[in-house]
C-alpha cells in the first residue's frame, strides 16, 4: 500500500507539472497572437488616418509631385500589412504554417514586393525634392504633376518583375523560422537563389545610401538659401528704414517677401519630413539586409538575428503614417505655438517675481539713501554755519 501511494502521489505531481506546462504553452502561443494582430490594427488604422489627411489637403503647386508619391507611399504600407500580417497571424493560431508551399510562395512574394516598393518610392520622394533644389528650369518645365503617378506604376511593374522571377527558375520562397513567415531563401546554396538574394540586399542598401545622400544635400542647400535670404532682408530693412518715400514699394516687397517664406516653410516642412522618413526606413530595414548579407558572404545563418530583424523591418509599416501626422506643418505650428506660449508665461512669471523681489528692496534702499541724504545735508548745513 505504501508503494501504491507514493506512485499515486508520482503520477498526481507529473499531472499537475503537465498542466501548468500547457498553461504556460497557452500563454505562450496567446501571446505571440496578440502581438501580430495588434500591430496588423495598428498598421492599418495608422495608415487609414494618413491617407485621409492626405486627400482633405490642400497642397502647395511645388509639393503637389511630393505628396502625390506620399500618397502611393502610404496605399503601398496599407496594402503591404493586408497582405502579410494575416498569414503570420494564421500560422500563430494554427502553431504551423497553413497552405503549403503555395501560400509560402505567395507570401514570399508579398514580402519581397512590398519590401522592395517602400524604399523605392522613399528614394523617388528624395530624387523629386533633389530636382526641385539643383535642377529648378528642368523641374519647372518638363516635370508635370502626372509623373508622380506614373513614376508609383513604374515603380509597381519593376517590383512585380523582379518578385516574379523565382517562379521561372531564379531564386526560390521558402519557410523561415520559426516557421510563420515565407521570403526568399538566402540561407540556400544554390548559386541561383544566392544571387537573387544579393541583388535583393544590394538594391536595398543602394536605395538607403541614395535617399540619405539626396536629403542631406537638399537640406544643405535650403540651409545656405536660408541663410542668405535672412541677410538680403537686413540689407533691405536697413535701406528702407533710411528711404521714406518709397512705402508703397516696400509694402509691396514685403507682401512679396512673405509669400517667398511662406512657399519656404512649405519646403523645409516637406523636407523635414522625408528626412524623418529615410532615417526610420535605414533603421528599420538596413538591419535586415545588412543580415541577408552576412548570411550570403559568411554562410553562417543566425535565426535569432533574422526573425529581430525581419520584426523591426516590420515596424516601417506602422511607422511610416505616424510620421506623416506627426510631421504635418500645421501639427508643428501648434506644438510651436504652444511651446512660445510656455515661454511667455514662464518669462511672465519671472518678471513678476523680479518685480515683487524689487518691491521687497526697494523700502530699504530708499531709507538707507535717506539717511544718507539727511547726513550730507547736516554737514552742508554745519559749513555753512562755520563760513557764516
Not at 36 to 48: E, K, W
Not at 88 to 105: D, I, L
Not at 109 to 126: H, K
Not at 253 to 269: F, G, L
Amino acid at each position: 500500500p505504501g508503494i501504491m501511494n507514493v506512485s499515486n502521489t508520482n503520477n498526481n505531481i507529473s499531472d499537475l507539472t503537465n498542466v501548468t506546462t500547457n498553461v504556460k504553452n497557452i500563454n505562450a502561443v496567446g501571446a505571440t497572437i496578440i502581438s501580430p494582430t495588434l500591430m496588423f490594427l495598428a498598421g492599418v488604422g495608422s495608415n487609414i488616418l494618413a491617407l485621409t489627411i492626405l486627400y482633405r489637403r490642400r497642397c502647395d503647386l511645388r509639393t503637389v509631385k511630393f505628396y502625390n508619391l506620399a500618397k502611393g507611399l502610404v496605399w503601398t504600407d496599407l496594402l503591404g500589412i493586408i497582405f502579410t500580417t494575416p498569414s503570420v497571424v494564421a500560422a500563430y493560431v494554427n502553431r504551423g504554417w497553413t497552405g503549403g508551399h503555395v501560400h509560402c510562395s505567395f507570401h514570399g512574394f508579398t514580402m519581397t514586393c512590398f519590401g522592395l516598393a517602400t524604399p523605392l518610392i522613399i528614394c523617388a520622394m528624395a530624387i523629386e525634392r533633389f530636382m526641385a533644389v539643383k535642377c529648378v528650369f528642368f523641374y519647372s518645365s518638363r516635370c508635370k504633376n502626372e509623373i508622380a503617378k506614373r513614376c508609383i506604376v513604374l515603380i509597381w511593374v519593376f517590383v512585380i518583375g523582379f518578385g516574379m522571377l523565382p517562379f521561372i527558375g531564379f531564386g526560390q520562397f521558402t519557410k523561415q523560422y520559426p516557421g510563420t513567415w515565407c521570403f526568399l531563401d538566402f540561407h540556400s546554396h544554390n548559386i541561383f537563389g544566392k544571387i537573387y538574394a544579393f541583388l535583393y540586399a544590394c538594391i536595398n542598401v543602394i536605395l538607403i545610401l541614395l535617399m540619405i545622400f539626396c536629403n542631406t544635400f537638399v537640406v544643405c542647400c535650403l540651409a545656405q538659401r536660408r541663410f542668405v535670404r535672412k541677410q538680403k532682408r537686413r540689407r533691405f530693412v536697413s535701406t528702407m528704414a533710411s528711404m521714406t518715400t518709397m512705402e508703397n514699394e516696400a509694402l509691396t516687397t514685403s507682401s512679396q517677401q512673405r509669400q517667398k517664406k511662406r512657399s519656404m516653410d512649405v519646403e523645409i516642412y516637406s523636407i523635414i519630413f522625408l528626412f524623418a522618413l529615410s532615417l526610420v526606413f535605414a533603421i528599420c530595414w538596413g538591419p535586415f539586409m545588412i543580415q541577408i548579407l552576412r548570411t550570403l558572404i559568411t554562410e553562417e545563418s543566425d535565426v535569432i538575428l533574422d526573425i529581430a530583424a525581419v520584426r523591426l523591418a516590420s515596424l516601417n509599416q506602422i511607422l511610416d503614417p505616424w510620421l506623416y501626422i506627426l510631421f504635418r506643418r500645421s501639427f508643428i505650428s501648434k506644438i510651436r505655438r504652444s511651446l512660445a506660449a510656455m515661454k511667455n508665461y514662464c518669462c511672465y512669471e519671472f518678471d513678476i517675481l523680479e518685480e515683487t523681489d524689487v518691491q521687497r528692496v526697494d523700502p530699504v534702499v530708499s531709507a538707507k539713501t535717506m539717511s544718507r541724504n539727511d547726513i550730507h545735508e547736516n554737514c552742508d548745513n554745519k559749513g555753512t554755519h562755520g563760513g557764516e
